[in-house]
C-alpha cells in the first residue's frame, strides 16, 4: 500500500508562479524525502527532511514538515519550464537488517507539474 | 561518475522467458533496491539488500528474484515472464537510512 499520497495529482502554471504539492502519510517516519522525475528518467532527489525537523530549504525549493498532521509540502518558487516534471514523496520506513540500518521508502502516486513558458 | 548503471534499458519478452536485469553502483553505497513503476501507482519496492550478503523482499516479490552479487552489484531476475510484469524497473542505492536513494534510468520492458 502506499503511505504517502500527493496532492494535487496535477498541476498546472506559469513561468514565475509558485508551485506548491502536498503529501500526507500514515505512519510515523523517519523522514520524508522529495524526489522528481523528468519524463522517461529516473529518479533524482531534491530535499530530505528528518522527523525532528519542520522546513528545510534548498535554492527555489522549501519543504516543510508537520509530523502532528503527519503532512509535508514542497513548494517551488518563481517556477521554470526546466521545472516541469513529476514530483514524488516517499516516506521512511525504519528497518534493520544483517547490523546495518537502511531506509526503506515508500512511495506516493506523484504530482505532474506542467510550467508554460 | 556513473552513478547507478542499469542494463538493458529497453526490453521486450515473451510470456515465459527469462531474463535478469542488471544493476551496478560505483558510490560504495551498502544498500541497494529494485522498484516497479507502474502508471498512476508510483514506484513499488520489489526487493532490497541491506548489506552485502542481504536480500530481503518488498511490497511486490512475487514472480522475481535477486542477487547481491557483491557490493557493487544487485540483478533482478523474472524466471516465468508474465504480461503483468510489463513495467518500467528502477534501481537505487543508498548509504544509509538517512541519505538520499540514487536511481538508475531504469529498463523498460514489455512482455506480450
Known amino acids: 500500500s502506499q503511505q504517502g499520497e500527493e496532492d494535487p495529482q496535477a498541476l498546472s502554471i506559469q513561468e514565475g508562479e509558485n508551485a506548491t504539492m502536498n503529501c500526507s502519510y500514515k505512519?510515523?517516519?523517519?523522514?520524508l524525502q522529495w524526489y522528481r522525475q523528468n519524463s522517461g528518467r529516473g529518479l533524482v532527489h531534491l530535499i530530505l527532511?528528518?522527523?525532528?525537523?519542520r522546513e528545510k530549504h534548498s535554492g527555489r525549493l522549501r519543504v516543510t514538515l508537520d509530523t502532528s498532521k503527519k503532512s509535508s509540502s514542497l513548494l517551488i518558487t518563481a517556477s521554470r519550464a526546466a521545472d516541469t516534471a513529476s514530483y514524488f514523496c516517499?516516506?521512511?520506513?525504519?528497518?534493520?537488517?544483517?547490523?546495518?540500518?537502511?531506509?526503506?521508502?515508500?512511495f506516493g502516486q506523484g504530482t505532474i507539474l506542467t510550467v508554460h513558458p | 561518475n556513473a552513478g547507478v548503471t542499469q542494463t538493458p534499458k529497453f526490453q521486450v519478452l515473451k510470456t515465459g522467458q527469462s531474463m535478469t536485469l542488471q544493476c551496478a553502483q560505483d558510490?560504495?553505497?551498502?544498500?541497494m533496491y529494485w522498484y516497479r513503476q507502474d502508471p498512476g501507482m508510483g514506484l513499488r519496492l520489489i526487493y532490497y539488500?541491506?548489506?552485502?550478503?542481504?536480500?530481503d523482499k518488498g511490497e511486490v516479490p512475487n514472480g522475481y528474484n535477486v542477487s547481491r552479487l557483491n557490493k557493487r552489484e544487485f540483478s533482478l531476475r523474472l524466471e516465468s515472464a508474465a504480461p503483468s510484469q510489463t513495467s518500467v524497473y528502477f534501481c537505487?542505492?543508498?548509504?544509509?537510512?538517512?541519505?538520499?536513494?540514487?536511481f538508475g534510468d531504469g529498463t523498460r520492458l514489455s512482455i506480450l
Open positions: 558510490m560504495n553505497h551498502n544498500s
Open positions: 539488500s541491506a548489506s552485502e550478503g542481504t536480500t
Open positions: 537505487a542505492s543508498s548509504w544509509d537510512r538517512n541519505q538520499p536513494q540514487h
Open positions: 527532511i528528518r522527523s525532528n525537523e
Open positions: 505512519t510515523s517516519i523517519n523522514n
Open positions: 516517499a516516506t521512511d520506513a525504519v528497518g534493520y537488517a544483517g547490523g546495518t540500518s537502511y531506509g526503506k521508502l515508500t
